[in-house]
């Protein structure tokens, strides 16, 4: 397990010599200590990349020659899977087999990205047509220069590589932030940088606090772009810092994204879909379908079968054989999801199942999956993000009902729709207000097709070719090509 920061690719500790705790979720003990960034160590970091950006040439490499770099990451990673998988159960709590899908998206990330980064040397969107032929016109894709990336703990490789892969193929250099909770595997990739030759600067790696490190990088007027994943609130600070001088900016917040069961859907497959798409991670997802909407006709069956399905779900260390679902994160997002659970209960609603700590567990961040009826339209467990095993189940009569209640939030991230009726669906599919819609699914994730959301949900896409352009400047290039002078002012 590393320990230090890595800027300008050297190991090295914080400035005022402070670290912090890492625990792991299922055991609530101290593993390991990380150095903890200051907002010095962010100044060294960014002013390392601004060097890499600047002076040393990252960005005017070929796309090719950057993609010999993603895809020597995509190899380190891979080759170290099972030994990252398990350092991500210590520091998340997640079931191994879950990792280990997140490792190797996240190797999968680097390596499609690195295809990109040999696209742009050819790039496709290059000729422009303009109608007047004394000219000639090109639109040429550049980075941006420095990103500042801040990532939070539900998948902690993963959110880096989807930030680090893309601007690093786009010829930016980069200062990353994990969540304080879960730094150990981004260390890795720094780690894996090292071994593969990454040229000092264009990847640095600063775990701190949010309130510290996290502001310094926002707050730095040497980074040129910030890339968030995480909160609403916090959200909304970055874009604030973001616009005292301009920085380009993506987020990708939270939602409360809607499950939309009609009732000519098959019941097992929707409970299949319903429980992977909120029990997944325990539920700490942010395109988690939270709020299922179940047509009537099928309500009460689907109900009494859901929580059938629920209560087997075999709970524990995330390192154990057969576990589906881990602990929670942290100490205080369980304090919040138990929170929000009593919230639920005071305003009315019924906790169907779960709701509680697991029988057998005396220490870990155990919860058991969750099934609320009953829930008020206007309470909190319907309306915000619980980032928990916890899911709202509600009945409905109509398409229109459904479509309303579904888009009835401030959130527009992901919603879900299954019928066996493709009209309907693909008319629901359309008529839902978020960036991500699945019909008949619910989760899968691909990092070839765009991922972000509407409204609240955050600006910009992630993943694709959707996320090479967050790091990105178009700049046209016109050229008269007439021998014929222009005759404006000169006769
Ligand atoms: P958060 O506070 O938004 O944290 C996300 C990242 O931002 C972390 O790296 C955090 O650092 C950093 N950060 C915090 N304050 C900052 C500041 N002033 N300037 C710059 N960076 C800052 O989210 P959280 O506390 O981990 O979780 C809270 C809630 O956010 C969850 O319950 C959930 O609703 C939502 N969430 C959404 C997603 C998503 O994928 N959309 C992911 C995680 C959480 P530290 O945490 O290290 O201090
Ligand atoms: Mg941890």
Not at 109 to 125: R, S, W
Not at 360 to 372: A, E, I, K, S
């Amino acid at each position: 397990m590393r320990s230090e920061l890595y800027i300008d690719g050297k190991w090295t500790a914080a400035s005022d010599g402070k670290t912090f705790e890492v625990v792991n979720p299922a055991t609530e003990e101290v593993i390991h200590r990380i150095s903890a960034a200051t907002a010095k160590d962010v100044d060294s970091a960014v002013k390392a990349a601004r060097r890499a950006f600047d002076r040393d040439g990252w960005p005017k490499l070929t796309g090719a020659q950057r993609a010999r770099y993603l895809r020597a990451i995509a190899a380190g990673i891979r080759a170290r899977q099972a030994e990252i998988a398990r350092l991500e159960v210590l520091d998340n709590g997640k079931p191994l087999p879950e990792a280990d899908w997140d490792i190797a998206d996240a190797a999968g990330c680097f390596d499609f990205y690195a295809g990109l980064a040999e696209q742009l040397d050819n790039d496709p969107e290059e000729a422009i047509a303009l109608a007047d032929d004394r000219f000639t016109s090109k639109a040429v894709r550049e980075p941006i220069g420095v990103a500042g990336a801040i990532i939070p703990w539900n998948y902690p490789l993963l959110m880096a590589s989807w930030k680090v892969a893309p601007a690093l193929a786009a010829g930016c250099t980069v200062v990353l932030k994990p969540a304080e909770v879960t730094s150990l595997t981004a260390l890795e990739l720094a780690a894996i940088a090292d071994e593969i030759g990454l040229p000092p600067g264009v990847l640095n790696i600063v775990p701190g606090a949010g309130s510290v490190a996290g502001q310094a990088i926002i707050d730095h007027s040497q980074v040129d772009k910030l890339a968030f994943t995480g909160s609403g609130p916090v959200g909304s600070k970055i874009m604030a810092a973001a616009a005292r001088d301009i920085k380009r900016v993506s987020l990708e917040l939270g939602g409360k994204s809607p499950f939309v069961v009609f009732d000519d859907a098959d019941i097992e497959k929707a409970v299949e879909w319903i429980l992977f798409g909120i029990f997944w991670n325990q539920g700490q997802v942010c395109s988690a379908t939270s709020r299922v909407l179940v047509q009537d006709g099928i309500y009460g069956a689907l109900l009494k079968r859901l929580i059938e399905e629920a209560n087997k779900i075999r709970i524990g260390d995330g390192l154990d054989e057969g576990v589906l679902l881990g602990p929670l994160v942290s100490k205080r997002q369980y304090e919040q999801v138990v929170a929000a659970i009593d919230a639920a209960n005071s305003a009315g609603a019924t906790v169907a199942c779960g709701g509680t700590r697991p029988e057998g567990f005396d220490r870990g961040y155990y919860l058991r999956p969750t099934v609320l009826t009953d829930v008020p339209l206007d309470s909190a467990a319907w309306v915000e993000e619980i980032f928990g095993p916890v899911v709202c189940v509600r009945p409905f009569k109509t398409e229109e009902e459904a479509v309303a209640l579904a888009n009835d939030t401030r959130f527009g991230l992901a919603a879900a729709v299954m019928s066996r009726d493709d009209t309907r669906a693909e008319r629901v599919a359309k008529a839902f207000r978020a960036g991500i819609v699945w019909i008949n699914c619910s989760q899968p994730t691909f990092t070839e097709a765009p991922w972000g959301g509407y409204k609240e949900s955050g600006i910009g896409r992630e993943l694709g070719r959707w996320g090479l352009n967050n790091y990105l400047e178009t700049k046209q290039i016109t050229k008269y090509m007439s021998e014929d002078p222009w005759g404006w002012y000169i006769k």
